[in-house]
Each structure stands twice: as C-alpha cells, then as structure tokens.
C-alpha cells in the first residue's frame, strides 16, 4: 500500500527526519507517536508530496509518487486545520473536490451531513470546531481514497463529536478497507483504534510493533515502603509514573530481572503488578527525557 524507504527531511537547516522506512499494510490503523517538533506532521506532508524528501522514497502499490501525480488521488491529508476550507461552504466543497476527485461520493457525504446535523450552507469558517473536524473528515472519506492521513483529528473537539469522530474512521475502515495513518496527543483514541504503532524519536521512527505486543513487553509495579526510596529508584532510571510519600508506581520491561530484583532489595511492604496502558509506556519512553 503505502511505503517509505530511507527517507530523510532537513528543514531550514535542520533534520526533522532521518532514514525513516514504514510500510503501511490495507485496512489497517496506524498510530504515529512522539513529542511535540518530532516530526510528526512532516512525514504526513511527505506522503502527501506537499514537501519532498531530501533522500529516499516514497512509494503507493509500489509506484513511486513523485514520478506519478496522479497516484496522489488514491492519498488524502487532514491537517489540524485547513485554511483553504474557511472561505467556502460544503456545497461549494463538494463542487470543488468532485472536480479533483472523480470517485467523490456525493451521495454518502450528503448522509452524513445529515446523520450530524452540520449546514451545507455556512461556510465552513463559522461552524465550531468540532463541526469543523467532522465536515473535514466527511469529505476526505467521501473521496474514497486508499490512504488518508489524519493529523490530531480529535483536537479541540467535546466528547460526544470525539466519539462520533472516533467511530466515523472505523467504520470506514470496516467497510471500504481504508488505511489511516493517524497522530494524536490523545493516547487513549489511539489505545482504542491502532492496530500498530511507532514512535518518532531522535529523527527516526523506532518501536514499529503490534499495540498489543507493546503492552504486554512492559509491566506495572505499585509499591509501598517504610521510607523514601525516591533517590534510589531514580538512580537506577528506572521510570517512576506516580510517587506520593512511600507509594510508587513505576514501569519496567518485563524481561526486565536486573530492576526486578532491584526493586525487590528495597523490601516494599506492597507489591501489586498491574497491565499497563499506552499512555504510561508513552511516559516512560519519552518522559525520561526531562526531569520527572
């Protein structure tokens, strides 16, 4: 489907990515994890061919994009906002894209306007921004493509349009076989979604695996002491999710008997191992990089 070989980007005088390869297979949800400035949008942009790599490639059925435009008809982008939308209502989109998009569903996009309740004659400036996100993603499934691209769909929306947004692109899924590639800050819509996930990290995209495989590498230790062991545990890096007083909860491989057995010298008077959560393993990879 879609695939990346060695691909690098500087930017402005600075690498934003370095020999980043992935291969996304059909139908399935792949979540793009990192900090903030790790890259993230950039390599959605790539895909697109709003930027172009500096080395590598970029490849769609195993045709390279840059030789093909047109193959950039079967790939759609959702960027956090879209100002070229702002000026224009659906109706207006709707002619615009079909246009560009031979295969546009007009029929479909019109149900689902109307499934949510969103005007087909504001424009799309003066709808909320949960509006916004929706008609945004009404569109780009409407145009039937093979991939689409979601950067941060579920920013600044409430819960209940998160949840519709959330079940709007696995029903899509389900039903055309789509590929997504999505980011997201909200490590739980990912949890829920992503068959597969990496991390962007250094430049690079590193941990490509199985969500659930992720999970099940790492364990949880609740622990309680008779004194502070707070210097003691830091020392060794070992990553501490939650400390009050002499109660701990830190995260370790489970492969992992070195820290075990550490831990256990200490002789905590409570020791409960527990399944971790997408969002305590993003803790511990990343957050060991600032002081906790």
Not at 53 to 71: M, T, W, Y
Not at 124 to 143: D, H, V
Not at 224 to 250: C, M, Q, S, W
Not at 252 to 274: A, T
Request: proline share 4%; with cysteine.
């Amino acid at each position: 489907m879609i695939e990346l070989k060695h691909v690098s980007k500087t930017i402005d005088g600075k690498e934003v990515l370095k020999d980043v390869s992935l291969k996304l297979e059909e139908g399935e949800i792949f979540g793009l994890l990192g900090r903030n400035g790790s890259g993230k949008t950039t390599l959605l942009r790539l895909i697109q061919q709003i930027l172009l790599p500096d080395e590598g490639d970029i490849l769609f059925d195993s045709i390279r994009i840059k030789d093909h435009p047109l193959v950039k008809r079967n790939i759609v982008y959702m960027p956090v906002q879209n100002p070229f939308f702002e000026k224009y209502s659906y109706k207006q989109l709707v002619a615009i894209l079909r246009g560009i998009y031979p295969d546009f569903d007009v029929t479909y996009a019109n149900e689902l306007m109307n499934r949510y309740g969103i005007s087909e004659t504001k424009k799309y400036r003066e709808l909320s921004t949960g509006l916004k996100k929706q008609m945004s993603l009404i569109l780009s499934f409407a145009i039937r493509p093979a991939v689409i691209l979601l950067d941060e769909p579920t920013e600044g929306i409430d819960a209940v349009t998160r949840h519709d947004v959330l079940q709007l692109m696995v029903d899509e899924v389900a039903e055309h076989n789509t590929t997504i590639l999505i980011t997201s800050h909200r490590l739980e819509d990912i949890e829920r979604m992503c068959n597969r996930i990496g991390f962007l990290e250094d430049n690079t995209l590193s941990n490509v695996m199985d969500l659930d495989d992720l999970k099940e590498d790492f364990i949880k230790i609740q622990m309680a002491f008779e004194e502070d062991v707070n210097v003691k545990i830091r020392e060794r890096d070992i990553p501490v999710l939650d400390h009050t007083g002499v109660f701990y909860t830190v995260l370790i491989p489970k492969g992992d008997d070195v820290s075990r057995q550490f831990l256990k010298s200490l002789s905590p008077k409570v020791w409960n191992e527990l399944p971790v959560s997408l969002e305590e393993v993003f803790i511990a990879k990343f957050g060991g990089k600032r002081r906790w």
